[in-house]
């Protein structure tokens, strides 16, 4: 279905930009005034302490608003998050047309094979990452592959069963399924099985006067998560939520403290 390698654009762009003011400082400390912006950086340098208790403000402000709308920023997973816990849970049989959330059981049609121990499934969510070692020998881990790969398949509840079509599907909250290392790469999977009881947000359609479920062109969302593992996080969600903004309250607070 998707296969998509990922490179972190965003690292290199900082790294670069990094280097060139470096780079930059070192031009200007041997050619001064024959460089551009030479006022600039002279009164900076002429003017230093003030500058220093003004970005010792900016900084942070800047990082904090940063991570703040990196937070913020909506993605698939977190709409499918959010309509989850507005949507009330429908039973397959009163299906009306429009976006659902159902929860049921999976039953598999066209079974697949897994790419990490050639389990049979319905789908699966795949990472390769390469994995570095420092002086130490601590492991860290960079992924360079994801993929979803899923065949049609039907969910079921004691009302009924109706077909899904997977399409742009995601796997939201679940955990690696099997894990394999080798050649200096990892690889993971995360398995939809027959049989598990999952629940499942995504458009309820009729084809040729089928109904069926696929992904909602308007919220851009066909999730499927575990059903015992959503009722936790829509628990503890809220405290998250509140922890989170308690944390920045405290960093604003911090911060106006540090610049008075």
Not at 5 to 21: D, E, H, Q, R
């Amino acid at each position: 279905m998707k296969s998509e390698k990922k490179t972190s654009y965003t690292g290199y762009i900082v790294l670069g930009i990094i280097g060139f003011c470096f780079l930059y400082f070192i031009l200007w400390t041997i050619f001064k005034e024959k460089m551009p912006l030479h006022k600039y950086l002279y009164e900076i340098s002429s003017n230093y302490d003030a500058y220093a208790e003004k970005a010792l403000f900016i900084f942070p402000v800047v990082f904090f608003v940063f991570i703040f709308l990196t937070l913020m920023k909506s993605t698939s997973a977190k709409r499918f998050l959010r309509l989850q816990a507005s949507l009330p849970t429908s039973k397959i049989k009163s299906l009306a047309k429009g976006l659902v959330e159902v929860e049921g059981t999976l039953v598999m049609k066209n079974p697949l094979l897994s790419p990490v121990d050639n389990e049979t499934c319905i789908g699966y969510y795949y990472t390769i990452e390469d994995i570095d070692k420092d002086s130490d020998g601590k492991e860290s881990y960079r992924t360079i592959h994801r993929e979803t790969q899923c065949n049609p398949f039907q969910i079921k509840d004691e009302t009924g069963i109706i077909e899904v079509e997977p399409e742009g599907i995601e796997l939201i909250l679940l955990g690696e399924t099997n894990i394999g290392s080798n050649n200096s790469k990892r690889h993971k999977e995360t398995l939809l099985k027959d049989g598990q009881k999952m629940l499942l947000v995504g458009y309820a359609d009729v084809k040729n006067g089928q109904p069926f479920i696929r992904k909602d062109d308007h919220y851009k969302v066909l999730g499927i998560t575990s059903a015992s593992g959503i009722t936790v996080w829509n628990k503890y969600q809220p405290l998250l939520r509140s922890f989170l903004f308690t944390c920045s309250v405290i960093l604003l607070i911090i911060i106006f403290i540090f610049t008075q």
